[in-house]
Every structure is written in structure tokens, then in C-alpha cells.
């Protein structure tokens, strides 16, 4: 017998003669490696049974558990052997001298080994004492002997780990969160642990665990091949540094990409951070799996009744998750995909996997320009806060992000070895939008500041020098694909090229130089509105990167240089001019129902949700009793465009309509009536569900401002605030409570932020005092930010 035969020499010539490049090679060198040891330890067993045993095998066989017996060891894997025995059969010392002529000739041959000697019944008992035991004993395969007695220990194995699933699964999650704490996340590692971090080979041990347990069945097909392609990377690291290691080191990496066949060490780290990535998804989701399935095991008392709490547009929220609702089918709308995952990520819930399936099934490219509802459903996603991160992951891994931003793919999984850096290209995107979103307050279009947060760095592949310089044409075509407008184009490409421009200026110039200021204008290009953006970006964009990258030096001088320039571009601010026309509303129809005192409504099916016409004779508190009538039916205001005519109102308004249909416009008409005497009954249902929303800690309040000399005639305040059920309510039962009278505005939601600009007059259709204009700012900030309960 050869007694070197698992010696690391012979091992990695296995392992060096099989092609790392071509496709299934490596599955085909792990069943070869696996092969040659098992025959090897079956030789070992042969010699060592005859010695002591002679022709008598029953009752004591040779067991393997860990890589071994689930086939996939690498050149310099470990070797991990149970000697079971039945306790009766063989007596104790020869027990004791089979094993010694057993793991002898494997220490010799320079293997690392760990070995048991067991019973059943002491398997038993370690599986359940021991939680990282009891998942290896699931591995269970036999070697040589007694294949009955490795038959009956795996057996009840399985059985005790079905058994005890429910108390031992919290244990088992505490337990995979306390490793992923020690060694990190597989993706967004720069020196990952490949086995032990998370996303590594071990969390793929857990996902076979789980459906051990018939909690749940995991992932399969795209989760595999990640599996593989992790084993192909672990099985070279082995080769080239010789050494049975998991942490695959800066140092190693360039030889480990070339034995693979990348073109260079970032290529190859790609590729492992997306083969995590899948297997951090498919562990994530048979969890969630797994404890809905232990929840529904729980004994309840009364009908087994789904609890279904609904969200609008036919989805609902079900065992901590967003569904599709019974019946509805989504035949590829990617407009209720998104709809779909902007509810999940404002509730930081998961969306559930076969809705994911179902929504993304038939889901192909987007048309250019991209209808506008779809981009403005994406802008809300964009602005759903932290749970975007998860249910941006669940759209890309399903594919649905890459064909519609093709661009996205050459910064999917990409590494960054800038130590300020924490994620990768993609990851650190996504981040920086969460960020920009908790700030959006702070500019005029939250829009163009979250697309530009999201495509900031997309410029950063493979062979760019200057990522802001090369990514800002791809910025702006995209930008332009999704159908914004040329002068919004130009602003995207703008920012994305300047992003690192301002942090440039204030901390390698002198900040309060003038020439430093005028550089920073000149970049903006003298305009005040894209130098706010580009504050927040800025600072979006450090907070994303990592601790190091916005400290409060550095936070300091940015806003010393920030408001020198603001200062100078002060008295340039654009302000949207009032609008007058109001023809489109006031037809002959509409003035034949004003002039016996009734208001005139029509409603007219738009892409995405439906434009309402109202006419009707201007009072105080019309324009907070429409607000509060079409919040009362459902409805979520996009943008409207009030205006007064003669003392009398024409009012257009886009919305959106989640949980069904508008009234007809005969019914919208009545209850204006009703209000305008005073009868609150159609907005009951509103002032019952509540209408407030809790601000996220760290995110900025409602602002309120008035826009100096921008009229003649009426004093125009800007409110900003984040757009909820009732908000135009609330702000206009404000200017009622002043007496305060809203001649136009211009109502407008970007990313789930409104930016609405009104023209009030006071007593005399003047403008309002000094005074109360103080007195108005501060109530209306307080009525946005109000929390209202339902």
C-alpha cells in the first residue's frame, strides 16, 4: 500500500493535471480527488480490519463527513473521518487498535485529519450538544465496513435534526451571525475568507442543513454554479501557495487568476463576489423560508386564515413579506414590478421570491425613451430609504436591473482597492442613493439627485483612468433613455463628471480664497440649484464609502466652501413663473355648470394613473378641500397646476390611484359641494386612517422659504417636504387657517419629495405682511412634518 498516496505532492499533481479553464473541469477534478481518497482510505481500512479484525466487519465501519463526503474536496482539503462502531459487535480495544492502523498511515502521508471514534448513540449525543457537529454528521457518507451501521447513524441523524428543527434553528442563525461577524462578507472583501465569510462555502453547507430539516428547499441551478466556480477559485488558491488555505490573500490573487484563465486579479474578484452574492441570496431567502415554516407549525387556535394587509396596485404584505395578490397576473409589467419593490423597500421588507419570479418572468427591455410613469415608479424606489439595498440585490440577481441599464454590468460585483472604499462598485452606488434619499430635502430635484447618485461611478471598469470623465457621456445617455429632458441630461452628465470636484476644491485648496469660490462656480456653471446637488452628493458619496472618506474636518470645509459660493451665486436662483392659462379647464361646459354654482369635474385615464380637471369658484380652502378629496379616495398626487381666473379656480391634477379607481367626476363634483358648506363626511375616511409619516432618524424636516421678488402681487413661498396622503391637505388648511388665499401654484413629486411653489395673497389679493409670513413658514414646516395617527 502506498502510505503516500493523500501526501500534498500527490494531491496537487491530481489537481495541476486537470485544465482550470475549461468548462466542468473542476467538478471533474474534485469527483477525481474524491475518487483517489476514498480508494485510498479503503485500502487503508482492508489492511488495518484484516490485522485486527480478520474477516469479521460487521458492526464498525469507516465513515467520511466535511468536503470528502460531499465530493468536494480540494487538493489540500482536509480529511475528516468517523470510526463507527455499534458497541456491541467489536470490543473496545480492538476498536482502539483499528483506529490507530487507520489515522496512522493518513498522518503519515501528511494529511490534516480530524477523527472521531463513535457510537450511535454517542452521534446522537454530540449532534445535540454540538450544533456545528450535528450539520456535519448530515454529510454522513461511508467508506469502507459496515455500510449498516453508517445507514442507521445518518438515518437518525436526519430524524433527531427534523425533529428538533424548531428549537435549534434561532441557534443556528445566531451561529452563522456570529461567523459572518469574525470573517467578514465575501463581497466586499479585498482578502476574503472564501469558506468562512459570508456568501462562502460554509453558508452552502447551511443552505443543504435547512432542507434537511423539510423547513424549506433551497435555491437551485444559478446558486450551484456559484457554489462551483467558489470550489474552482478555493481549488486554485490551494495549488499555487501549496497550502490547504481559505483566505485568499492580495498576494495570491494574480496567480490565482491567471490558473483560472482571467485576464487579471479585479476579473477574478468579480466573479467571486457575484458567486456570493447568489449564495448569500439563496441562504437569505431559505431562512426567511424556514422560520415562515416554522411559524405556520405553531399550534393556532381558530381557521388557518392567510393574514393579508394590503398595499395598493393588487399587492399586499404577508408573513413579512410583499406579494402579488390572489389572481393578479403580471404578464412583464415593469411598471408593478416596481411598484412592487418600491412597497417592499419603503417597508424594509423583503420582496417574497416567487413574486419575484412572477414579476420578472416575462420582463425584457424597457423602450427608449422609458414611459413616464415607469421612471417615475423607479425614482420612488430610488427614494425608498435603507430597504432599498435588499430589494435592489433581489432585481439584479433576478437580471431585471442589467437589461434595463445594460451599462450596469461592467460595475456588477467590481472591486475597489481604494482602502476608503468598503463595497464594490455597484454596492457602493446603491448606498450612495440610500444616502442622497435621507438628504433629498436639501435640493430642488430629488430626481436628478438620486439618478445621479446611483450612476455616479459608473464609469469605474476596467482600464478608465478618470472614471468621472469616461462615466459621464455613459451617465447621460442613460439619463436620456429614461426619458428626461435635454437641459436634465445636461445636469446629470455635469454632476456625474464634477462629483469630485468639490471635495477636491475644499480640501486641497484654500477654501476661503475667491479663486477657489470662483472655481467652484465655474464648475457649476453659475448655477445655484446644481451647486446644492452637488453638495449633497458630495456628501452622500463619502458617507457611502466608508467611515474615513466624510470626517468632520473634511464635512467642515466643504460647507466653508459651499456657502462662499452660494453666497456669490446669490440673486440667481430661477423660479417657475405663475401659471395663467386656463382655457383647457374653463371650457364652455365647464363655465355653463360655474354659472348656476356648481363645480365641474372630469377625469381622464393617463398613462400610469389619470389627470383631474376641476373648475370651480375660488373660496378659501378650495384648494385643501380638493387635496383632501382626492387623498380621501386613495389618490397620490404626481403634480398639479392651480390657477385663478376671474375668481374662478381651474385646477389640473396627475395622479396616481392605488387602491382602485377614482370616483366618477359627478361624485368628485358633489363632494366639493359638500365641502363648501361645511360638511366634512367625504373626508371622513381620511381623517380616520391618519395621514402623518415618522421621519427616518438623520433625515432632514419640511422646509418652507419664501422666494424673494419673484411677484409683484403675491408673496410665493417653495415647501419642501416628503410626499405623503394628505400632505397638500394639511398645507392647504394652513393658508385657510391665515386667511390666506392660493392664486396659482405648481405642485410637484420628484422621487417621493414634494417641490411646490405657491403664489398666496392676503387680505386685498396683496401680498402677506412681513409678519405673518414669519408666523406662516413655521406652521407650515409644522403641518408637513406633523405625525398624524391612524
Known sequence: MDTSALDTTTRLDLAATRDFTRPGAGRERRRRLTEHSRRWLSEVWDTGAREVLGAREEGVALAAVGSLARGDSGPLSDVDLVLLHDGRSIRGEDVTA??????????????????????????????????????????????????????????????????????????????????????????????????????????????????????ADRPHGEVDAAYDRLLDVRDALHVVTGRGRDRLGREDQDAVAALLGHPDADAMLTGVVSSARAVSFALDSTM???????????????????????????????????????????????????????????????????????????????????????????????ASGPGLVQVWEALDMSGVIGRWIPEWKAVRSRPQRNAVHRYTVDRHLVETVVEAAARRREVDRADLLLVTALLHDIGKIAGVHD??????????????????????????????????????????????????????????????????????LTEADALA???TAWTSWRARLVQELTARAREMLSGRRV????????????????????????????????????????????????????AGLLAAYGAVVRSARLR????????????????????????????????????????????????????????????????????????????RAADRPGLLRDIGMTFARFGLGVRSAHVATYAGQTLDTFYVTGAGDRPVAPPMVAQLIGALMDACDAVVSG
Not at 445507514?151 to 442563525?173: C, M, T, Y
Not at 348656476?596 to 380652502?621: F, H, Q
Not at 359638500?674 to 438623520?698: A, C, F, I, K, N
Open 575 to 626: 423660479v417657475p413663473a405663475e401659471p395663467s392659462d386656463a382655457s383647457e379647464v374653463l371650457t364652455p361646459v365647464a363655465l355653463e355648470n360655474l354659472l348656476v354654482g356648481d363645480p365641474y369635474v372630469t377625469v381622464s385615464v393617463i398613462d400610469g394613473g389619470a389627470r383631474v380637471d376641476v373648475a370651480d369658484r375660488d373660496r378659501l380652502g378650495l384648494f385643501a378641500d380638493t
Open 467 to 536: 472614471h468621472a470623465v469616461e462615466g459621464a457621456p455613459v451617465a447621460a445617455t442613460i439619463a436620456a433613455r429614461m426619458g428626461f429632458s435635454a437641459e436634465d441630461v445636461d445636469a446629470v452628465e455635469l454632476l456625474v463628471r464634477e462629483h469630485l470636484s468639490l471635495i477636491d476644491l475644499a480640501t486641497r485648496r484654500d477654501p476661503q480664497d475667491p479663486q477657489t469660490v470662483r472655481a467652484l462656480v465655474a464648475t457649476v456653471e453659475e448655477r445655484a440649484d446644481l451647486l446644492e446637488h452637488l453638495r449633497t
Open 288 to 382: 426567511r423560508r424556514s422560520s415562515q415554516s416554522q411559524r405556520a407549525r405553531t399550534l393556532r387556535v381558530g381557521p388557518r386564515r392567510p393574514v393579508l394587509i394590503p398595499l395598493g396596485y393588487g399587492l399586499f404584505e404577508h408573513d413579512g413579506e410583499v406579494v402579488l395578490g390572489r389572481g393578479l397576473i403580471p404578464s412583464g409589467e415593469p411598471l408593478l414590478l416596481l411598484r412592487a419593490a418600491a412597497a417592499a423597500a419603503r417597508r424594509e421588507l423583503p420582496l417574497g421570491p416567487t413574486t419575484v419570479a412572477n414579476l420578472t418572468r416575462d420582463v425584457g427591455p424597457l423602450p427608449t425613451p422609458w414611459p413616464d410613469a415607469v421612471r417615475d415608479a423607479f425614482l420612488d424606489l430610488l
Open 644 to 719: 385663478t381666473h376671474d375668481g374662478l379656480a381651474a385646477d389640473t391634477w396627475y395622479v396616481e390611484v392605488p387602491d382602485g379607481d377614482l370616483p366618477s367626476p359627478e361624485a368628485f363634483a358633489r363632494g366639493l359641494r359638500q365641502l363648501s358648506t361645511g360638511d366634512r363626511g367625504p373626508l371622513r375616511s381620511l381623517e380616520r386612517r391618519g395621514s402623518g409619516v415618522q421621519r427616518r432618524p438623520g433625515e432632514a424636516g419640511a422646509r418652507a422659504t419664501v422666494v424673494p421678488d419673484a411677484s409683484d402681487d403675491a408673496t410665493v413661498l417653495e415647501v
Open 545 to 547: 464609502a466608508g467611515p
Open 98 to 215: 483499528l483506529a490507530e492502523r487507520i489515522w496512522y498511515p493518513v498522518w503519515d502521508s501528511g494529511a490534516r485529519l480530524d477523527h472521531s471514534v463513535r457510537t450511535l448513540g454517542e452521534c446522537r449525543q454530540v449532534a445535540a450538544q454540538d450544533l456545528s457537529a450535528a450539520v456535519g454528521l448530515l454529510d454522513l457518507e461511508w467508506i469502507a465496513g459496515d455500510p449498516v451501521v453508517v445507514s442507521g447513524v445518518r438515518q437518525s441523524i436526519a430524524h433527531d435534526w427534523r425533529s428538533n428543527a424548531r428549537k435549534r434553528l434561532p441557534e443556528l442563525v445566531e451561529t452563522m451571525r456570529q461567523r459572518h461577524e469574525r470573517h467578514g462578507d465575501l463581497t466586499t472583501s479585498i482578502e476574503p475568507d472564501l469558506k468562512e465569510a459570508r456568501g462562502g462555502l460554509r453558508d452552502m453547507t447551511l443552505l443543504r442543513a435547512l432542507t434537511a430539516a423539510w423547513l
